[in-house]
């Protein structure tokens, strides 16, 4: 079983910046890759970007590649979602999920086994 719990959403005006955080806990976290998702209004769930389990590969939507990083801190058990430049389309509930060890790097929720409860990110124009 793996615990995560996300922080950091809030309210932002566009062009501003964000850094989501993720923490895990209930298994060693390097034995998991971990990616999060997004969810707007009315939408589903999409996928925003994945790294693996030491945080040396990463993957990204074309939609936030380049304004959105991701890092891990090990001794942490976290995970960071870094947003820079949001736009207003940024506005949704954003997850973090935790894969099986065998997943090097996901993009599909049907991929991810465990699922943290969601933090809003709202950016104004």
């Known amino acids: 079983q793996v615990q995560l719990v996300e922080s950091g959403g809030g309210l932002v005006q566009a062009g501003g910046s964000l850094r989501l955080s993720c923490s895990a806990a209930g298994r060693t976290f390097t034995s998991y890759s971990m990616g999060w998702f997004r969810q707007a209004p009315g939408k589903e769930r999409e996928f925003v970007g994945a790294?693996?389990?030491?945080?040396?590969?990463?993957l990204f939507a074309d939609s936030v590649k380049g304004r959105f990083t991701i890092s891990r801190d090990i001794a942490e058990s976290t995970m960071f979602l870094q947003m820079n430049s949001l736009k207003p389309e940024d506005t949704a509930v954003y997850y973090c999920a935790a894969g099986p060890p065998t997943l090097r790097v996901g993009v599909n929720e049907s991929e991810y086994d465990y699922w943290g409860q969601g933090t809003q990110v709202t950016v104004s124009s």
């Open positions: 790294c693996g389990r030491s945080g040396g590969t990463t």
